[in-house]
């Protein structure tokens, strides 16, 4: 982790103080330490696998000491079952939460994160299946309900935005979805983005915050994630977004990006491969 590589998005004229110990232990600037302690909301994106990526949001975390974390990762019935004791208890916890059962990375990966504020609440911000089914049938604004019209899902992307999107859903799936299932996946993926930034909300009316989120890159990014969406409904947040990179490879925008190697895992392409 010490050989992290920092790619930050502004031009930086100096380097600051030394940074906190927490900080300083994942190479963090402190132009970006200094950042995330004055923000409302302190989104830290991830690619889910990577092992390194958890260890730089337990260390933002264990600096930062939200009031609140939203989490992706958890249903919001899950997340209500967490406690302090729960977390010392890893099996346990992951029993509560129905970790197996919800297709993530290996719950030891994201268990400093917990541990890292274990008495804060959690709010989880899963969409539920069912939830996901019906934005694939009928689109992201009837699965989100009354508040679709204020998170802006009646309203059609652009054109040229969705093709886009339809694009990154096709990459990300290997190149192997029907093209009749590509704008389905992007209702999806709004909902996502839209059920994250309601948790933030609701996270920060209850809390007061700061609140921190754990999420997917493509959930954090600037340009059409889970921002967007703060935005719209209170823009006066200040909001500041962490995106992790692999061999300095990550699609979209943020505040600063933080670089670590890419994880030692099986080309997941490989099953859609001609077979000899």
């Not at 299946?129 to 989100?144: F, H, N, V, Y």
């Amino acid at each position: 982790m010490r050989n992290l590589t920092i790619l930050v998005c502004a031009v930086m004229a100096f380097w600051a103080a030394p940074l906190r110990a927490a900080f300083a232990a994942e190479d963090v600037p402190a132009e970006v330490a200094e950042q995330v302690l004055a923000a409302d909301v302190v989104i830290l994106g991830e690619v889910h696998d990577n092992p390194h990526h958890h260890q730089v949001q337990a260390a933002m975390v264990a600096e930062m000491q939200p009031k609140a974390i939203v989490w992706e990762m958890l249903t919001e019935e899950g997340a209500g079952r967490v406690n302090a004791t729960l977390i010392s208890e890893p099996d346990k916890l992951a029993a509560a939460v129905r970790w197996a059962e919800l297709g993530w990375p290996p719950l030891a990966m994201y268990l400093p994160i917990f541990r890292a504020t274990p008495d804060a609440p959690l709010y989880g911000a899963l969409v539920p299946r069912a939830a996901a089914r019906a934005a694939m049938e009928t689109g992201a604004a009837t699965a989100l309900g009354a508040d679709a019209a204020r998170y802006g899902l009646t309203v059609p992307l652009a054109p040229e935005e969705q093709a886009a999107r339809e694009a990154d859903q096709q990459i990300a799936h290997c190149n192997a979805l029907p093209e009749e299932m590509l704008p389905q996946m992007v209702a999806i993926q709004r909902l996502r983005d839209a059920v994250l930034a309601r948790a933030v909300l609701r996270a920060m009316r209850e809390t007061g915050g700061p609140v921190a989120v754990i999420t997917g890159n493509g959930h954090a990014r600037k340009d059409r994630g889970v921002p967007v969406y703060l935005a719209r409904l209170e823009p006066g947040l200040r909001v500041f977004v962490l995106g992790q990179s692999e061999d300095g490879r990550v699609d979209g925008g943020y505040d600063a990006v933080i670089d670590s190697p890419a994880a030692e895992r099986e080309d997941p392409c490989a099953a859609f491969a001609p077979q000899d």
